[in-house]
């Protein structure tokens, strides 16, 4: 039955690309298509048939085991994406923007994850026993991160132009890297605390601290070294190998630390990317051509990243109890993400003394969120389910997964909205009658 795992995936890859015609249908984004694909392929839906229409046992199932043996595509398409996010830090970019939109990125995300830790941990004091303090620092980490698909589909359909879009463009593509660094140093304490044990000084803050220097190290090594072999290469096809080395060397390196002769370091396969992928896209001159191709080729992994992200969906916390549990946390962190988006980009815009219209309505179309805080919700669940943190596993990507699904519903008409008060969305012309031959 072991062989059967590439039809599975053959279908799998199938049943999305049909999705995005259903969501185009609806108007939706495709990630949406590509969720709920892998919720109804995954153990929890499709795999009932093959369960006697029963969630015992249901983590025996073939399907189960499918999805299990291929998450390995997550870690390494997530890597794929911190690659991309660091691409964006090109210092030419950096020197246009200046430091306003820097301070305005700082804020917005900052402010985002400030009022839902604020929120969550009111929740904590209230409920411990539901809303554990690793839940509380994991999400809060990943409340940080914007997903720009929604947001720049709204502005290309719309033709949108202004102050408030050239503002918008370059947030977007620094928010997810400065959601990177929040990540890497929250996590690494939530961690500590799931793991149990006495904590310490060294482990809630020395240890985290070690680890994310090791990481940034790594990644510039990687980086520097790929770009100093890329000058031997003329051939697009064999940069992009660099390139695709560059992320299964993070990768590998991660898995490689946390083994306990090496320490037994949780490093940060993202920041390793992210690092690479900047120093890649400075130094290298032809950095454009290589990554255009990067992008067609990495298509289809961020497609079966999303799939299997909605197949480890684990529905029976819906009905073990915990439902109740799932969607008010997810309220919390959805009114209290948008708030903390809103006011961050507001106090950023305010301090830099940006336009009127910048102030008042960039926070609304920073409500996507998608990708990047996908992949972290998946990572932040294998590295629970390792130290026996199953419940937070579980709640956290339920949480998210659930709240994706509502952003990427809201957060195109939020843009809309936004840009069309902003007056950068360009009114449409009534139909004029037809006129009369008579």
Same mark, same amino acid.
């Given at each position: 039955?072991?062989?059967?795992?590439?039809? @599975?995936?053959?279908?799998?890859?199938?049943?999305?690309?049909?999705?995005?015609?259903?969501?185009?249908?609806?108007?939706?984004?495709?990630?949406?298509?590509?969720?709920?694909?892998?919720?109804?392929?995954?153990?929890?839906?499709?795999?009932?048939?093959?369960?006697?229409?029963?969630?015992?046992?249901?983590?025996?199932? @073939?399907?189960?085991?499918?999805?299990?043996?291929?998450?390995?595509?997550?870690?390494?398409? &997530?890597?794929? $994406?911190?690659?991309?996010?660091?691409?964006?830090?090109?210092?030419?970019?950096?020197?246009?923007?200046?430091?306003?939109?820097?301070?305005?990125?700082?804020?917005?995300? $900052?402010?985002?994850?400030?009022?839902?830790?604020?929120?969550?941990?009111?929740?904590?004091?209230?409920?411990?026993?539901?809303?554990?303090?690793?839940?509380?620092?994991?999400?809060?980490? $990943?409340?940080?991160?914007?997903?720009?698909?929604?947001?720049?589909?709204?502005?290309?359909?719309?033709?949108?132009?202004?102050? &408030?879009?050239?503002?918008?463009?370059?947030?977007?593509?620094?928010?997810?890297?400065?959601?990177?660094?929040?990540?890497?140093?929250?996590?690494?304490? !939530?961690?500590?605390?799931?793991?149990?044990?006495?904590?310490?000084?060294?482990?809630?803050?020395?240890?985290?601290?070690?680890?994310?220097?090791?990481? &940034?190290?790594?990644?510039?090594?990687?980086?520097?070294?790929?770009?100093?072999?890329?000058?031997?290469?003329?051939?697009?096809?064999?940069?992009?190998?660099?390139?695709?080395?560059?992320?299964?060397?993070?990768?590998?390196?991660?898995?490689?630390?946390?083994?306990?002769?090496?320490?037994?370091?949780?490093?940060?396969?993202?920041?390793?990317?992210?690092?690479?992928?900047?120093?890649?896209?400075?130094?290298?001159? *032809?950095?454009?051509?290589?990554?255009?191709?990067? *992008?067609?080729?990495?298509?289809?992994?961020?497609?079966?990243?999303?799939?299997?992200?909605?197949?480890?969906?684990?529905?029976?916390?819906?009905?073990?109890?915990?439902?109740?549990?799932?969607?008010?946390?997810?309220?919390?962190?959805?009114?209290?993400?948008?708030?903390?988006?809103?006011?961050?980009?507001?106090?950023?815009?305010?301090?830099?003394?940006?336009?009127?219209?910048?102030?008042?309505?960039?926070?609304?179309?920073?409500?996507?969120?998608?990708?990047? !805080?996908?992949? &972290?919700?998946?990572?932040?669940?294998?590295?629970?389910?390792?130290?026996?943190?199953?419940?937070?596993?579980?709640?956290?990507?339920?949480?998210?997964?659930?709240?994706?699904?509502?952003?990427?519903? $809201?957060?195109?008409?939020?843009?809309?909205? !936004?840009?069309?008060?902003?007056?950068?969305?360009?009114?449409?012309?009534?139909?004029?009658?037809?006129?009369?031959?008579?």
């Amino acid at each position: 039955m072991e062989n059967l795992i590439f039809v @599975y995936i053959a279908v799998l890859l199938l049943a999305a690309l049909l999705s995005t015609r259903l969501m185009k249908i609806f108007k939706l984004p495709n990630v949406t298509g590509y969720i709920v694909t892998g919720i109804i392929m995954g153990p929890f839906v499709l795999g009932l048939f093959f369960n006697n229409f029963t969630y015992e046992g249901i983590k025996e199932d @073939y399907i189960y085991q499918f999805v299990s043996k291929i998450g390995w595509v997550s870690t390494v398409a &997530l890597g794929f $994406i911190a690659f991309s996010i660091g691409t964006s830090f090109k210092t030419s970019v950096l020197k246009t923007v200046g430091k306003r939109v820097i301070i305005i990125t700082i804020f917005e995300a $900052i402010g985002a994850s400030l009022l839902v830790i604020i929120a969550l941990l009111i929740g904590h004091f209230i409920a411990p026993e539901h809303i554990s303090l690793e839940l509380v620092l994991t999400l809060s980490a $990943i409340a940080s991160a914007t997903a720009p698909a929604a947001t720049l589909m709204v502005i290309k359909q719309y033709k949108a132009h202004g102050e &408030l879009v050239n503002t918008l463009l370059p947030v977007v593509a620094l928010d997810d890297a400065v959601a990177l660094i929040l990540f890497a140093v929250l996590f690494q304490i !939530a961690s500590g605390i799931a793991s149990g044990g006495e904590l310490s000084f060294y482990k809630m803050i020395g240890k985290p601290l070690i680890e994310i220097a090791i990481s &940034l190290g790594i990644g510039a090594v990687v980086g520097l070294f790929i770009s100093f072999i890329n000058r031997f290469f003329k051939s697009r096809n064999n940069k992009l190998v660099l390139c695709i080395f560059s992320v299964f060397v993070s990768v590998g390196l991660y898995f490689l630390f946390k083994q306990p002769f090496m320490g037994g370091f949780e490093l940060s396969s993202l920041l390793m990317c992210m690092v690479a992928g900047a120093l890649f896209t400075n130094i290298c001159k *032809d950095s454009d051509r290589t990554l255009d191709v990067l *992008d067609r080729f990495t298509s289809p992994i961020y497609m079966m990243f999303f799939v299997i992200s909605g197949a480890s969906l684990d529905l029976t916390i819906f009905f073990n109890g915990n439902g109740g549990i799932v969607v008010l946390i997810a309220f919390i962190y959805i009114i209290f993400r948008v708030i903390g988006k809103y006011l961050g980009a507001f106090t950023g815009a305010s301090i830099t003394k940006s336009e009127p219209k910048v102030k008042k309505y960039l926070g609304l179309t920073l409500v996507p969120q998608a990708g990047v !805080a996908i992949g &972290l919700a998946t990572t932040t669940n294998k590295l629970f389910n390792e130290v026996g943190a199953f419940e937070a596993a579980s709640l956290v990507l339920a949480i998210i997964l659930t709240s994706t699904l509502v952003y990427e519903l $809201i957060g195109p008409l939020a843009s809309k909205y !936004a840009l069309t008060k902003a007056g950068e969305i360009e009114a449409e012309e009534p139909l004029k009658p037809k006129e009369s031959n008579k």
